[in-house]
Nanobody, 120 residues
Framework: QVHLVESGGGLLQPGGSLRLSCSAS????????MGWYRQAPGKERELVAT???????DYADSVKGRFVLSRINADNTVYLQMNSLKPEDTAVYYC??????????????WGQGSQVIVSS
């Protein structure tokens, strides 16, 4: 079994900053990619930021220059630093990881979701 545990959601005013964290634990052979998605009310889940197999990071255009994804490989932990937050960033944020649990079994795993509300 694999578990992704998130922390750091909250309520804040526009222009504020917030950091989300996510730690993966369990039967992990190798993590291919790890990052964050979000789902706003009435909208589909969308990619926010994720590490890729080439060692880089991919960001949604809407968050480039404001959000920073960092990963601590030794701890299987990923952080999302969110700056200059806007009301349109309001959503439930989900940690996601593509994980091999052994040499053959690969799947995408999800955290429990963290509510972020940006409002004045």
């Amino acid at each position: 079994q694999v578990h992704l545990v998130e922390s750091g959601g909250g309520l804040l005013q526009p222009g504020g900053s917030l950091r989300l964290s996510c730690s993966a634990s369990g039967t992990i052979f190798r993590i291919i990619g790890m990052g964050w998605y979000r789902q706003a009310p009435g909208k589909e889940r969308e990619l926010v930021a994720t590490t890729n197999s080439g060692g880089g990071t991919d960001y949604a255009d809407s968050v480039k220059g404001r959000f920073v994804l960092s990963r601590i490989n030794a701890d299987n932990t990923v952080y999302l630093q969110m700056n200059s937050l806007k009301p349109e960033d309001t959503a439930v944020y989900y940690c996601s990881a593509h994980i091999y649990t052994d040499l053959r079994n690969f799947d995408q795993y999800w955290g429990q979701g963290s509510q972020v509300i940006v409002s004045s």
